[in-house]
């Protein structure tokens, strides 16, 4: 007896890259209806409808998924994956279609942006499995977040919070959104604690890597790897203006790591505390998450997806 078809699921925020997902839908649907896959699909109608969306597809025994959209859609799916316990998440399968802005996960994954590549990628069925980021805010107890690319409390949650405007400019919004906020945001005081280190102080960045790439391709952590069961943490201390324009292009070749003031390590667990009233922002995958202190861990080998 045969094996039933895979139903797969295709989740599509129209919104993603600056609405050229909602434009390229038909010709992607096409492409489906050519390589044979036996697919439902549903556009996202506001901001997080893809949890939603995915939480209804596993009540109906849907495990195979492709997300077609940016790091947003793509975070908010894993999360929706990482937050149920219907079916294990081993069995939960995702592809990737990625028409966002940044597109900063894919890059690690060297999934391209080309559709049809990407769907015989999905059609070949090889996968792998990542290490997913859990992150729990002191003032937000009960609910985690999970992320599988890059988070981080400070200056780059304050141009998250930023960079919506201009993101009809393409991944450069994030150059642009970094550049912007430069001049309105004011370093913090924190207390960075890992097993092997503790670092206190004025602070303008503190993140948290899996993957490689963020920021429209800006490379922040030093050694990011997705399989080796450790956040790759750069601790940005009293970095200034002027030293982060004259650093500006060591954003995008990593060189940024290796600044004097810049202290990286890896750890399985990470607690920062803020030490002042006003919080700084959080972000995960490029997403706004909450502020203030918080805890980090790593769940090994929890994301199954075709690359
Ligand atoms: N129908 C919708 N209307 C408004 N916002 C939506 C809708 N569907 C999803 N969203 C929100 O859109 C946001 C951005 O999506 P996404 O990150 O996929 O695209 P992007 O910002 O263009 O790409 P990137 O994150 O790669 O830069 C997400 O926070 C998501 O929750």
Redesign the pocket.
């Known amino acids: 007896m045969s094996a039933a078809p895979v139903t797969w699921f295709v989740i599509i925020?129209?919104?993603?890259?600056?609405g050229l997902s909602r434009k390229k839908w038909p010709n992607i649907k096409a492409l489906f209806k050519k390589y044979e896959f036996n697919f439902q699909f549903e556009?996202?109608?506001?901001?997080?409808?893809?949890t939603e969306l995915l939480h209804q597809a596993l009540i109906q025994n849907i495990k195979h998924f492709i997300c077609v959209?940016?790091?947003?859609?793509?975070?908010?799916m894993v999360n929706a994956i990482m937050t149920q316990n219907l079916i294990p998440t081993a069995e939960i399968k995702v592809g990737v279609i990625?028409i966002?802005?940044?597109?900063?996960w894919v890059k690690t994954h060297n999934i391209p942006k080309d559709f049809e590549s990407c769907i015989q990628i999905i059609k070949n069925g090889q996968l792998k499995t990542q290490d997913v980021g859990k992150i729990v805010i002191c003032n937000n107890s009960n609910k985690p977040i999970f992320f599988i690319n890059l988070a981080g409390i400070g200056f780059d949650g304050f141009v998250v919070s930023k960079v919506?405007k201009f993101?009809h400019l393409g991944a450069i919004a994030y150059l642009y959104g970094t550049i912007i906020s430069l001049f309105r945001f004011k370093n913090f005081k924190a207390k960075v604690v890992s097993k092997s280190e503790t670092i206190s102080g004025e602070t303008l960045m503190i993140l948290i890597g899996l993957c490689q790439y963020s920021g429209?391709g800006m490379q922040l952590t030093e050694s990011a790897n997705p399989f080796d069961g450790l956040l790759d943490i750069s601790v940005a201390r009293n970095l200034r203006k002027l030293e982060i324009v004259s650093n500006l292009s060591k954003l995008f070749n990593g060189n940024i790591t290796k600044h004097y003031k810049v202290k990286t390590f890896k750890t399985e667990v990470l607690t920062v505390e803020i030490d002042q009233i006003k919080e700084p922002l959080i972000q995960a995958?490029?997403?706004l998450v909450g502020s203030g202190g918080f805890e980090a861990f790593i769940i090994p080998k929890a994301f199954s997806f075709y690359a």
């Open positions: 925020n129209p919104t993603s890259g600056n556009f996202t109608k506001y901001p997080k409808h893809s959209g940016g790091d947003g859609t793509l975070h908010n990625p966002g802005t940044g597109n900063d919506h993101k429209g995958d490029g997403e």
